[in-house]
């Protein structure tokens, strides 16, 4: 089971800790994000270009107090998964799509891009070392968290000529979100066209958190975010895109340059796609998912991303109208595209997208 990665120009260098932490933790309670595994990945940017690659124990940074990310927000990310199938083969899934909105999300904000290979040898050497950090049981994964910053130790507000992309790893049990409670923004947006919310820039969730506290103390999980212009149109929700489903039909909101890409948004219209299942992209407004409601058409809405896969939303209020949604057994879209998604990862089907990258 040796297929390993392809050893590139940037000769990363390794040095493994002298003790694995793995026996400290308990597999079978890991909250999302909390738990670190042994190594990191850190290239730097200088000089025009990516040098001193290394694979190091897991650690602080040591960053100049000007640095750009610290002042001016250089900062992107990715969030991406590795899962363990069921013959044990490790596996990740839709690497490409991952390297290509990373580089996206770089030119947005003036930064260096990744080169695909080295993006690539990176995520598959750590993962490789770092595969024991993988769990098995079902539904949980080890999280991988790529990012990139500005490190010029300067204070003029310019891009920055320096550069860090680092990548570690959290494994990941279970996450089996309770049906979330919405709220449509009415005062606050996340995104405008031809801002940066096409970008997974780290601003935008800096920016999210006051309209999330001030949902939670009115009573809701999380804000439906809406477009900037007339709060009419439905854009998507925390860090999730949003799914409708209107009668027959499965609509979500098109990607008109406000809308996050979402790897798992793409994946589910392609998986329906392939099963005959009509969805549109389109502007969808309230108004419409109102009606919709009143006419007992309004059968399921979910977000969907890469943390949870499927998050069922139980209730929507817009203004004064409440809408509660059907029960989440009865929910046949969202439940399917969950399992099926699941299962490609974990090989208990079939692969027929050529999604899942064994390591
Ligand atoms: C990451 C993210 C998503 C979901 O993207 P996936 O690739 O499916 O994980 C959706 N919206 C926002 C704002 C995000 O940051």
């Known amino acids: 089971m040796e297929k390993l990665y392809v050893k590139t120009k940037y000769d990363i260098k390794v040095t493994k800790v002298s003790e694995s932490r793995i026996n400290q933790v308990n597999f079978d309670d890991l909250p999302f994000g909390r738990t670190f595994t042994d190594h990191m990945f850190i290239v730097d940017f200088k000089d025009g270009k990516w040098q001193n690659a290394q694979i190091k ?36 899934f839709r690497v490409d799509e991952h390297i290509n909105r990373l580089n996206a999300s770089a030119r947005r904000l003036c ?23 993988i769990p098995t049981f079902e539904g949980s994964s080890l999280y991988i968290r790529p990012y990139i910053i500005g490190v010029d130790g300067y204070l003029g507000v310019k891009a920055s000529e320096t550069f860090q992309f680092i990548i570690f790893l959290c494994p990941v049990g279970p996450y089996y979100p309770k049906p979330v409670s919405l709220v449509t923004a009415q005062k606050y947006v996340r995104a405008v066209v031809g801002g940066v919310g096409e970008a997974k820039a780290a601003g935008n969730y800096a920016a999210s958190l006051l309209p999330m506290r001030l949902a939670n103390e009115a ?78 058409e309004l059968k399921e809405i979910f977000g969907s991303g890469t943390a949870a896969v499927v998050s069922h939303v139980a209730d929507l209020t817009h203004k004064d109208v409440k809408m509660v949604l059907p029960p989440v057994e009865d929910r046949k879209i969202g439940n399917m595209l969950k399992k099926e998604i699941n299962d490609i990862r974990t090989g208990v089907i079939a692969d027929p997208f050529g999604w899942v990258e064994k390591l």
Not at 111 to 133: C, G, K, Q
Not at 264 to 278: A, C, P, V, W, Y
Not at 283 to 293: F, G, Y
């Open 111 to 133: 930064m260096a891009e990744v080169p695909a290979e080295l993006f690539r040898e990176a995520i598959e050497r750590l993962v490789d070392m770092d595969r024991e950090w």
């Open 219 to 296: 009573g809701y999980d999380q804000v439906m975010w809406m477009d900037a212009h007339e709060f009419k149109y439905i854009q998507e929700v925390g860090t999730m895109n949003l799914f409708f489903v209107i009668g027959d039909k499965v609509v979500t909101p098109n990607t008109d340059g406000a809308i996050l890409k979402g790897i798992t948004r793409k994946s589910f219209i392609d998986i329906l796609k392939n099963k005959g299942i009509e969805v549109e992209e389109r502007k969808i407004s309230i108004d419409e998912v109102i009606e919709a409601h009143n006419n007992g």
């Open 57 to 92: 124990p897991f650690g602080n940074l040591t960053l100049h107090p000007a640095s750009n990310v610290l002042h001016y927000g250089q900062a992107i990310f990715e969030g991406m998964k590795a899962f363990k199938q069921v013959d044990g083969t490790p596996i990740l």
